[in-house]
Nanobody
Framework: QVQLVESGGGLVQAGGSLRLSCAAS????????MGWFRQAPGKKREFVAH????????YYADSVKGRFTISRDNAKNTVYLQMNSLKPEDTAVYYC???????????????????WGQGTQVTVSS
């Protein structure tokens, strides 16, 4: 069975940093693009970042561009999200997701992704 397991969330002060990890199993990791999404209380789930098969291309939401970095290690079946200069508005549950078929939906759409992790809580205090 396919599993995506996020870790690394927690409580951090504004201006601080966290690194999230997502370990994948049950799939050929290098055959999937990977994405990060987040959902804050009272808000819709939103796109955060995306990385292509080998890590050659990355894409970011405007709200995190310049602060967050997505990366992947295909040898470890793991995708990361380095979050710097964190703001209280970054507080959310963060989810990683995997997509195989690029043709159906935009990478910004949650409908594009086949598998999802359980999420990890990130809380940024002021």
């Amino acid at each position: 069975q396919v599993q995506l397991v996020e870790s690394g969330g927690g409580l951090v002060q504004a201006g601080g940093s966290l690194r999230l990890s997502c370990a994948a199993s049950g799939l050929t990791f290098s055959s999937y693009d990977m994405g990060w999404f987040r959902q804050a209380p009272g808000k819709k789930r939103e796109f955060v970042a995306h990385i292509t098969l080998s890590g050659r291309n990355t894409y970011y939401a405007d709200s995190v561009k310049g602060r967050f970095t997505i990366s992947r290690d295909n040898a470890k079946n793991t995708v990361y999200l380095q979050m710097n200069s964190l703001k209280p508005e970054d507080t959310a549950v963060y989810y990683c997701a995997a997509r195989r078929n690029r043709a159906l939906y935009s990478y910004r759409s949650e409908a594009a992704y086949d598998y999802w992790g359980q999420g990890t809580q990130v809380t940024v205090s002021s």
